[in-house]
């Protein structure tokens, strides 16, 4: 693979070189209060790592934990949530120097390697962006080897890192369907050519796979997908629809339904956490104004929101019908958070400085004993009280790997306020 990139390509891909690169010219600081609350937490949490590290089989990968049965769950490669374990790791040796985590971080990655090839699933952003994606990006940096994790490192190691994650792209590449403009998310009855609104989060992928490749398609193939998902997938009021199927034959909309929400017409706490946070990195990676207001109206919908709890953590579903009393979903709270943090710095300088105080509230919430587990307990996860699927009965007010990544990525962006490269 050579880095040899066209100038329109070229140009592309500083558009989408960091968060910073999209940035308006604010000058937001982080609270030292808060940032000191961050560094403890941080800290607390390269300590639980080390405890959920002594859980995990070798051969698997961390999902959830049950504290009545004492019952931890894993998870081969194949699963969905797999190089969230990894990710939050590498983000916690990032922070913590900490070579103890990084050597778990890169013996976990060999189980993701055969991902790479895998073209059965819509998730290979969640798998590997967030797994090898941050391998690359730290070795980038100059953090870690290059070579890949299953390799001795050498003095000049091949940049197996950026291999795996252009075969990554690859395979997701052929879910798409030009037709619907889509890329496909299941492939299982009853639904013909379903797409749910989590899709969004595995574009970043193909815009990195652009960026390093001078490649196009992959960039059509993401702006593709945002655009159909703007037109189908939103209502009036900014809220998504979770699933949207599509005829094969003329890509015409067959139905608009929920999986994992409360029902078809009601707001899927995270699903709405996942679109704003998708529709940010959409602006990052093209500077097309449209994307930003996307995710500024979608900001508004659930900041703006009756049901969102004044701690701003939302119950799992904005439209759950037992509220107040409904669960809360700390996984969608630590996304929205992550994702405000970002489009605080895009924004106008007033919605931007609202944004952020709306993620300092996530924060200061998370970190409370409501949610963040005490060091030893809760299996070793990071937060407790989220919810993966409540329909389904699966992963109900548990802790949740993903949960602990977007807490962690929304702490280390917090205490990068102000250190952004400015245009």
């Not at 080897?145 to 291999?163: H, I, L, N, T, V």
């Not at 706490?269 to 959409?282: H, S």
Request: hydrophobic residues 35%; contains cysteine.
């Amino acid at each position: 693979m050579y880095r040899i990139i066209p100038a329109l390509f070229l140009f592309l891909s500083l558009l989408a070189v960091s968060p910073g690169r999209a940035q308006k010219n604010h000058d937001f600081q982080p609270k030292p209060a808060l940032l000191r609350l961050i560094d403890g937490n941080l800290r607390q949490a390269a300590n639980q790592y080390k405890v959920l590290m002594g859980r995990v089989p070798a051969d698997r990968l961390p999902k959830t934990y049950y504290a009545n049965t004492d019952k931890f769950e894993t998870s081969n490669s194949e699963w969905w949530t797999s190089g969230f374990y990894p990710g939050t790791l590498l983000y916690l040796y990032e922070y913590s120097r900490d070579t103890s985590l990084l050597r778990e971080a890169l013996q976990r990655l060999k189980l993701l390697e055969k991902e790479q090839y895998n073209k059965g699933t819509h998730d290979l952003g969640f798998m590997m962006y967030c797994s090898y994606g941050n391998a690359e990006r730290l070795a980038e940096r100059g953090l870690l080897p290059q070579g890949a994790p299953s390799q001795k490192p050498q003095a000049r190691p091949a940049p197996a890192y950026d291999e795996i994650l252009m075969n990554s792209a690859r395979s997701l590449s052929t879910r798409f369907n030009p037709k619907i403009g889509c890329i496909r998310s299941w492939d299982s009855p009853p639904w013909k050519y379903p797409v749910i609104i989590d899709n969004m989060m595995n574009l970043e992928l193909l815009f990195w796979a652009t960026r390093f490749s001078g490649d196009s398609s992959f960039y059509r193939i993401a702006v593709t997908h945002a655009n159909t998902t703007m037109r189908y997938h939103y209502r009036p009021d900014y809220s998504s629809f979770h699933v949207v199927d599509y005829d094969t034959a003329t890509g015409n909309v067959l139905a608009k339904k929920t999986a994992q929400g409360y029902s078809d017409s009601s707001a899927w706490a995270r699903g709405q956490a996942w679109g704003l946070y998708g529709f940010t990195v959409m602006y990052r990676c093209t500077h097309d104004q449209k994307y930003l207001e996307q995710a500024e109206f979608i900001a508004q919908f659930i900041l703006t929101n009756p049901n969102l709890p004044a701690d701003k953590i939302p119950y799992w579903d904005f439209n759950a019908p037992e509220i107040p009393r409904a669960l809360r979903d700390a996984s969608a709270a630590a996304i929205m958070a992550s994702a405000l943090i970002e489009l605080s710095r895009y924004a106008g300088p007033e919605k931007g400085r609202g944004y952020l105080d709306v993620a300092e509230q996530i924060i200061v919430s998370l970190s409370s004993n409501n949610y963040k587990a005490v060091v030893g307990s809760n299996g070793g996860f990071l937060l407790r009280h989220s919810v993966g699927h409540l329909p389904g009965r699966s992963e109900v007010d548990v802790p949740l790997t993903y949960a602990d990544y977007y807490f962690v990525e929304a702490m280390l962006r917090y205490k990068q306020l102000g250190n952004e490269k400015k245009e």
